[in-house]
Structure formats: C-alpha cells, structure tokens
C-alpha cells in the first residue's frame, strides 16, 4: 500500500508490465530499486544464472561463453547514470502519439555495478573489420505491429552500439543495482549500462553479444526507435542514441495552490547526453525573466543534477513555471516540440501553472467594557 513514505507507482501497462515512476515524489539523488521505472516490450524472462551464459562472437578472434560467476571475479566498476526512456513525456505531444503514454516518470538515476562491456570484448579479441557491437536479449515475442507496416514475426530485442560507444567508459555490463542484485524486471542477471543514452540502448537479459563489420539494421534498430535527420539536407532515418538535454519541475505539481508572501521550493532533476548539465534556469511567469537555479550534490558524469529555486511570489494570480536546462556542449532545452523525433524524444519545457492565493488574514477581537 503506498504511504507518505512510499509512493504508489504508475502502471501504464498490465501485460507486459510497464510502470512508471511518480515524479512528484522525487526527493533523493538515487531512485530506489522498486521505485524504478520498468519498459518491457515483453514480458520478462525468468533466467537461472546456474544455466545462464554469455555468449561473445562474431567479428572476433576468439569466441567465448561466460557464466555469471566468471564476470562477478572479474574487476568491477561502478557506474552511476541516469536513463531515460525515450518515450519519456509522450503523453505531451499534440496532436497525441501512439505508445504508451509516459507522463514524466519514465527515467531514474541509479548505481550499477558491473564490468567494462571493453574488457569483454577484449578477452575475444575484436577483429579490425569490426564496426558496431549487437546486444541481444532473452526477451522475445511478436511485435504489435498496428503502426507498422508488416509483421516481422517473433524477435527478440536487440540493438547495436557503434565500436566506439561500446569500448567506451560509460558503457558497462551490469549485474547489480544500488547496491542489490538485479531484479528480473531490471535485466537479470546481466544488462547493458549506456551512460548517457536513451534507454532502448540498455539492453536487459543480455544472452549473445556479436560483434559485427556492417551496420545492424535489425527491427529495434531500423524500425523503431529513430529520428529524422535533415543535416544533409533530404531528410533520412538515423537510430536514437543520445538523450536530449532536458529539466523537469517535480514540484510544485500542475494546479497546486501557493500563499502569496510565503516562499516556496522549486525542485526538480535535469539530465543531458554526452555532456553534463551546465545550468538549470527558472521562469515564474512573475515578469523578471528566466533566473539561475542552484545545482545540488557534486557533478557526475552521466547522472542527473538535482536542482531548486527559491521562489517568494508577491501578488496572487496564476503564474506558469518553466524550467530549462543547459548542457556542457552549449545545447538548450527548447521551448517547443519538433517534428523530427517522431514520437520520441520529448525534451521541450512543460510548464506548470499554479495559484497564487491571498495570505491568511487573522483577526483580533475588541471588546468594549
């Protein structure tokens, strides 16, 4: 049962189970294991790490099969990151898209603890002809096709990373969470961490890695989850991978009712891709423009910035609270929505409006004697 100090999660969807995260309750650095958001396409596998194994081919010179045991001896890392769902927030985009309506809650910032994908593939041997390294989980099933052009039939999912992301620092294999092991809805025993991307990149229940010479173009990768890209001039399909720089107010929440003359804790969490959250800037729709917030804990790579703003309002009325952020890379959040993401990506400012009521009056009785 949800309480004051458990907030109830958002089911979004029964079978198979996608739930999310009540932003509103965002109070600490680190989501909570089950608090966490889950996005399945199917439903979860139940694996036995006594049979599990970890299959490494492909463009390698030596092919290997691990257990779970042989990855936890080997030297471990700890990464905390932020993920994101890349449909994150598409419950705002009009007209309406089609998927599963994320409010705001399709994202966390968590610790995982694992190995370097990189030293993985260094024990097989990458072959120079290598160009994108596939992930391929135990989960699999027929895709609902209703806004798609024709069925593929069963698959499981996959996704590549190009060799470089792969071998990167911020991409590891996974075998814990805040400290705990896995849970099956969260990939055990084994998933892929991908600081910085969106979280159609972290695979869960990984089983085969593959190491390949041309560009994946499996279903997860060249049917789904991509963008248009118009740099080239005619636009063209390209995968999703980084997440969009991007503030969220947690609260105050839509309609809530302040006191004028009282001061008030904007709160909320900003996250970007590649780089770190630079600035979180605050708009009270009191005339004044947009202020600095202040950034909490200290800077780290790839995980969200917590962030508040003091604000007193003076008059009463209703007020539009906009947040934007910032990132390392100069890149603004921006304040509409494109027409390139599909229905993905969904970084523009949603603003929140409050009221803004008269202070309680008290009044002293006279009496004549």
């Known amino acids: 049962m949800p309480t004051p100090e458990r907030p109830s999660l958002i089911v979004r969807q029964k079978s198979p189970e996608n739930i999310e995260f009540p932003f509103a309750s965002l109070s600490d650095w680190l989501i909570p294991t089950e608090l966490f958001f889950v996005r399945n396409h199917f439903p979860s596998p139940d694996l036995d790490a006594r049979d599990w194994r970890l299959r490494v081919s492909g463009a390698v010179e030596r092919p290997i099969e691990l257990d779970l045991d042989s990855i936890k001896a080997m030297r471990s890392t ?6 994101e769902c890349a449909g994150n927030g598409r419950v705002y985009y009009v007209p309406p898209k ?3 309506q994320w409010q705001n809650g399709a994202v966390g910032n968590a610790a995982w603890t694992g190995v370097p994908l990189r030293e993985i593939l260094e024990m097989a041997g990458v072959k120079r002809t290598a160009r994108e390294v596939l992930l391929v ?9 209703s806004k798609k052009t ?8 996959a996704r590549s990373l190009p060799l470089e992301k792969a071998i990167a620092d911020s991409t590891i294999l996974a075998y814990s969470m805040n400290g705990e092991p896995l849970t099956r809805d969260h990939g055990y025993p084994l998933r892929a961490v991908v600081g910085g991307w969106f979280g159609m990149a972290w695979v869960k229940w990984i089983t085969d890695i593959t190491v390949v010479e ?15 890209e118009r740099s080239l001039g ?6 999703l991978a980084e997440m969009e720089v991007k503030a969220q107010i947690a609260r105050p929440v839509q309609g809530t009712r302040l006191v004028a003359g009282q001061p008030y804790r904007i709160f909320g969490a900003a996250w970007s891709g590649e780089a770190a959250i630079r600035q979180v800037q605050v708009c009270t729709g009191d005339g004044r423009g947009w202020r600095e917030g202040r950034l909490l804990e200290t800077e780290s790579p790839f995980a969200w910035r917590l962030w508040e703003y003091m604000w007193t309002p003076e008059k009463v009325g209703r007020y539009i609270l906009r947040c934007r952020a910032i990132d390392g ?11 390139d993401c599909e229905s993905y990506a969904a970084n523009w400012i949603v603003p929140v409006e409050v009221t803004v009521v008269p202070e309680p009056q008290t009044y002293e009785e006279e009496f004549v004697i």
Do not use: M, N
């Open 137 to 145: 989980g135990a989960d699999s099933g027929v895709v609902d096709t």
């Open 329 to 339: 890379a100069g890149c603004v959040q921006p304040d509409l929505q494109r027409s």
């Open 150 to 157: 024709a069925s593929p039939g069963p698959i499981a999912f």
């Open 214 to 228: 041309q560009p994946f173009l499996g279903y997860w990768q060249a049917r789904d989850y991509f963008r248009w």
């Open 234 to 239: 005619e636009p063209r399909l390209v995968p």
């Open 98 to 100: 089609e998927g599963l």
């Open 78 to 83: 700890t990464l905390t990151a932020v993920v």
